[in-house]
């Protein structure tokens, strides 16, 4: 019967990277994000939704309806993340949106955003005597 002996450089090698490795996932940072309106592209609404970190992160950005249909998803790694999203009013009507942003299994934030852009014209009537 063999046996097999780890180095003992290897050996404090691998415990070095494991325990870096678990000293960045345990980080305390709580990561803040925020969801702001960005403007307008062809009289469509553009979002921009940043997070802000200072660890290593992974993210994963989910865009349903108000009926919980999805509609997006997408996952980001890094620090000081930032996306914009333009939405198509026609397609929406008068729905609304939600955006839940998730890091790793957990909900990190959730967002609603609802479309109500109100047009108003006004005239103004003098009597002349």
């Given at each position: 019967?063999?046996?097999?002996?780890?180095?003992?450089?290897?050996?404090?090698?691998?415990?070095?990277?494991?325990?870096?490795?678990?000293?960045?996932?345990?980080?305390?940072e709580?990561?803040?994000?925020?969801?702001?309106?960005?403007?307008?592209?062809?009289?469509?609404?553009?979002?921009?939704?940043?997070?802000?970190?200072?660890?290593?992160?992974?993210?994963?950005?989910?865009?349903?309806?108000?009926?919980?249909?999805?509609m997006?998803?997408?996952?980001l790694?890094?620090?000081?993340?930032?996306?914009?999203?333009?939405?198509?009013?026609?397609?929406?009507?008068?729905?609304?949106i939600?955006?839940?942003?998730?890091?790793?299994?957990?909900?990190?934030?959730?967002?609603?955003?609802k479309?109500?852009?109100?047009?108003?014209?006004?005239?103004?009537?003098?009597?002349?005597?």
């Amino acid at each position: 019967m063999k046996k097999h002996f780890i180095k003992p450089a290897v050996a404090i090698l691998f415990f070095l990277s494991t325990t870096a490795f678990a000293a960045e996932a345990q980080t305390n940072e709580s990561p803040v994000s925020e969801i702001k309106t960005a403007g307008f592209i062809k009289n469509e609404p553009v979002y921009e939704l940043s997070i802000s970190n200072t660890a290593y992160g992974r993210y994963t950005i989910v865009i349903t309806d108000e009926y919980g249909a999805p509609m997006y998803e997408e996952t980001l790694a890094g620090t000081n993340l930032s996306r914009k999203f333009m939405l198509n009013k026609a397609e929406l009507g008068s729905t609304g949106i939600i955006v839940t942003v998730f890091n790793g299994r957990n909900v990190h934030a959730t967002y609603s955003i609802k479309n109500n852009r109100i047009y108003t014209d006004s005239a103004v009537v003098t009597v002349k005597k």
